[in-house]
């Protein structure tokens, strides 16, 4: 049989070239990225453009560009090429030099690996002219490259007959530039103090698309973007001039922030699966804050006190684990190594100074701060010092931080860890590169990242960086939130007192004037009548005090209760989803499971009664009457739970609602082996506590929920206990609840983040989160809106928390 070979038209080469280059400011970034993974200390982009002008059918005058004669030039000083390297690796398509020799003499890793580069001077015009000098030529001898890319149109054409012209001669670079650009005084002023003993000159002419102000204009924009920040501190400056508009564009400059309110520096390393932090606050004013707030970190323990503040900078490390809260297994380890180490460094900027909570923030300058976010702003990524398109484009949220805001909207001092930073207000840098990062690959069209395991990792590391500097502001910012609460419920309780005084002094007056008229003025003063005044005064004042309390207490009910009853409808879910295992398996059996039973009984004839099927009948009839049990329970449950009158708040007795859940988990209890042991020591106490039964509810089934999980990831058989403790304490109503099931996850470093929303620490084995993360969030809340207190506590074995509820005993 014969052995043929493939063949390639010139036709395909080209196509293959313009599938990579849709558009002709992709051909120029590439074009600029050669410069860079040739050594260049300067790369220059300059168009020539020379237009003409045209009417419109209504007469009006306005001027087109001339693409036949304009030029557009790609100038570095980078290390040329020499002969060698033009027919061994220019002239070859899909070469993979840079692929196996991916770094550069200089230490840099080259950004190209797929060899289809030059296609991009196909894509920007018909014609290329190339001088080149190489760090291995002398005596000025370099040379001298011509394209004519209409060959690629020549259907009848292989790849293989294509041909360019090349030519051995003397070059002076910089006088070339001269030269070419007809002794351009721009030109010779930009580069009249850059050194060119080697480089590279690229002229493309007749170019193939009209360049407006709009194209050029976007083409610089992007370069700013494109370039190695100024904080990787890489020598590598571009410069951007067009000859017809002299006044514009000129040195590309990067993003550069040192105006911010927070800086986050995080290495991850994939070695150790640990990442190292920086954290710059620059946020508060601490001049004002010591007027303001004079104590209100005395008691914090660092970072967290006034000096961390006044210090700015502090640095930490933690495991990954820990940011993620995903158990390290061999399977996670895998993937964790798989991302790479990298860096990420995170600018949070507030375009606008905020009144609102009285914080005593530093003002900023809200015009500067949101032009330079329009220019730099959003989270971009760096492979090898060159930008990685779309991510950090505007309305390109590819982390999903809007959809965090959306989902926990709280203010950033309202509760700890509770705050999400908004897109808008974010910058980023994240360097990765081809050596430590294998698995983060380009797509074909070099227009993102493939969007493979690693990939979702890596943005997962990410948003738990990003997190620490969310948790650190919260954490700051509640002190004062605290204190201007606190301030405000004063000033609250002082007006009160006022409005009291003012009308019980109304009274009192209008009372004596009633009985001057009566009686007459007295002539002597009566001390008794006195007494009797400011005693009546006293009793008039805590009747309104009381009066005004109820009527702010009524409306701030009223406020409460869609709260209330949005927070049923999540608990209720919460049941829902606990359920759902069993629900998944009795879903097709019959409801009527008794009648199902005395038929079949009596169908059966009683010499078949001994029998081994009919035995198996009863059994699953049984089997089925037991998960007959079990929606019946979950009915009965879904039902107490929306009631209306638990979403009323009245007196709350603790006993018959314990007694009442008790009887309503019963059913679930046995089916899964689980001992609740109550002890209520409120039966014989006179106290007086008003709450929402929904609320209460809430807390007791959402840690239910949590207990059940926990026993079902034991390791061993053993007894499963869940114990609930409530007592009087003082001023104080007691409850403590407990289980000894594996305890609370050893990802949670700190215990309080269990209480912030969507914490969970329930993964698949991609770690991407399968609980909802609300269970506790919904407990803390109820708890606070109660005035309430919980806390973790530390038993040897499983999960206790305590929880305080301020009483009045009677």
């Known amino acids: 049989m014969a052995r043929i070979n493939f063949k390639v038209s010139a036709r395909a080469g080209k196509l293959f070239g313009r599938e990579n280059f849709s558009n002709p400011e992709g051909a120029i970034i590439e074009l600029v990225k050669n410069s860079y993974d040739a050594d260049a200390k300067n790369c220059f982009v300059f168009f020539d453009i020379p237009t003409r002008k045209i009417k419109d059918s209504d007469g009006k005058v306005f001027e087109i560009p001339v693409k036949e004669k304009s030029v557009l030039y790609i100038i570095d000083n980078g290390e040329g090429m020499s002969d060698e390297v033009i027919k061994n690796h220019w002239m070859q398509i899909g070469t993979g030099n840079k692929e196996n020799d991916y770094v550069s003499d200089d230490n840099r890793t080259k950004t190209g690996a797929k060899g289809i580069g030059r296609f991009a001077l196909d894509r920007l015009g018909f014609e290329t002219e190339m001088w080149t000098i190489s760090k291995h030529d002398k005596n000025m001898i370099g040379s001298y490259w011509t394209m004519d890319w209409n060959q690629f149109d020549e259907s009848e054409k292989a790849i293989s007959q294509i041909e360019a012209e090349l030519e051995t001669i003397e070059i002076e670079l910089k006088s070339k530039i001269k030269k070419l650009t007809n002794n351009s005084r721009l030109v010779e002023d930009i580069i009249e103090n850059i050194e060119f003993k080697t480089g590279t000159i690229i002229k493309i002419s007749n170019l193939k698309d009209d360049w407006f102000n709009v194209e050029t204009s976007s083409v610089f924009k992007s370069l700013e973007a494109l370039i190695p920040p100024k904080e990787l501190n890489i020598p590598f400056e571009v410069y951007f001039k067009h000859f017809q508009q002299i006044k514009e564009f ?14 986050l520096k995080a290495s991850y390393n994939a070695e150790s699966l640990k990442v190292d932090f920086e954290i710059t606050r620059n946020e508060i004013d601490v001049k004002s804050l010591r007027k303001k707030y004079p104590d209100v970190y005395k008691t914090k323990s660092p970072p967290y006190d006034l000096k961390s503040l006044e210090d700015k900078t502090f640095t930490y490390s933690k495991s990954i684990d820990k940011i993620l809260k995903w158990k390290i297994t061999d399977s996670s380890k895998k993937l964790l190594k798989d991302v790479g180490s990298f860096d990420l460094t995170f600018y949070y900027l507030k375009y606008s100074n905020s009144f609102k909570e009285d914080y005593p923030y530093k003002p900023v300058i809200a015009s500067e701060r949101k032009s330079t976010l329009d220019r730099f702003g959003g989270v971009k990524i760096y492979r090898d010092s060159f930008r990685v398109r779309p991510y950090g484009d505007p309305n390109n949220d590819w982390l999903k931080l809007g959809a965090r805001v959306a989902q926990s909207p709280a203010g950033a001092g309202q509760r700890i860890g509770d705050w999400r930073v908004r897109p808008e207000q974010t910058a980023g840098i994240i360097t990765i590169s081809r050596k430590n990062n294998p698995f983060l690959i380009d797509k074909s069209d070099r227009g993102s990242l493939q969007e493979n395991d690693a990939f979702e990792k890596f943005k997962d590391i990410i948003i738990g960086c990003i997190h620490e500097f969310e948790f650190d502001r919260t954490k700051m910012l509640n002190p004062l939130y605290l204190k201007n609460k606190n301030e405000e419920e004063v000033k609250k309780e002082k007006e009160i007192q006022k409005r009291a005084v003012i009308l019980a002094n109304r009274i009192v007056e209008e009372r004596k004037k009633v009985e001057i008229a009566i009686y007459g003025k007295r002539n002597k003063p009566d001390l008794f009548q006195e007494k009797k005044e400011e005693e009546e005064k006293r009793s008039y004042e805590q009747a309104f005090k009381e009066t005004f309390k109820a009527i702010d207490d009524e409306k701030a009910e009223k406020e409460n209760q869609e709260i209330v009853q949005v927070r049923s409808l999540a608990s209720l879910g919460l049941v829902v989803s606990s359920f759902a295992h069993e629900l998944k398996e009795i879903k097709d059996n019959a409801l009527e499971i008794k009648e199902l039973e005395e038929i079949f009984k009596t ?69 899964k082996d689980i001992n609740l042991n109550i002890i209520d020591n409120l039966s014989q106490s006179i106290y007086d506590f008003r709450a929402f039964e929904m609320d209460i509810s809430t807390i007791f089934t959402n840690l239910i929920n949590n207990s059940i999980d926990s026993f079902n990831n034991l390791n061993e058989i053993q007894e499963r206990n869940i114990d609930i403790v409530i007592s009087i304490k003082g001023e104080y109503l007691e409850i403590i609840y407990s289980d000894n099931g594996v305890g609370l996850d050893k990802v949670f470093e700190d215990k309080d983040e269990i209480f912030l929303p969507f914490k969970t620490a329930k993964r698949d084995r991609m770690g991407k989160e399968i609980g909802t993360g609300l269970g506790m969030y919904l407990v803390k809340s109820v708890i606070d809106d109660n005035n309430g207190t919980i806390d973790i506590l530390n038993p040897e074995i499983g999960f206790s928390v305590s929880i305080l509820f301020p009483i009045r005993k009677k």
């Open 250 to 263: 000129g040195k590309v400059e990067t993003a550069f922030f040192n105006d911010f309110d927070y800086k």
């Open 603 to 671: 169908i059966v004839l009683e010499n078949n009664k001994v029998s081994d099927e009919y035995k198996d009948g009863i059994d699953i009839i049984e089997l089925l009457k037991e998960n007959s049990d079990k929606i019946i329970h979950w009915v009965d449950y879904a039902l107490t739970a929306i009631r209306k009158d638990k979403r009323t708040r009245g007196k709350f007795e603790f006993s018959p609602f314990l007694k009442s859940l008790e009887q309503s988990w019963n059913r679930i209890f046995r089916k």
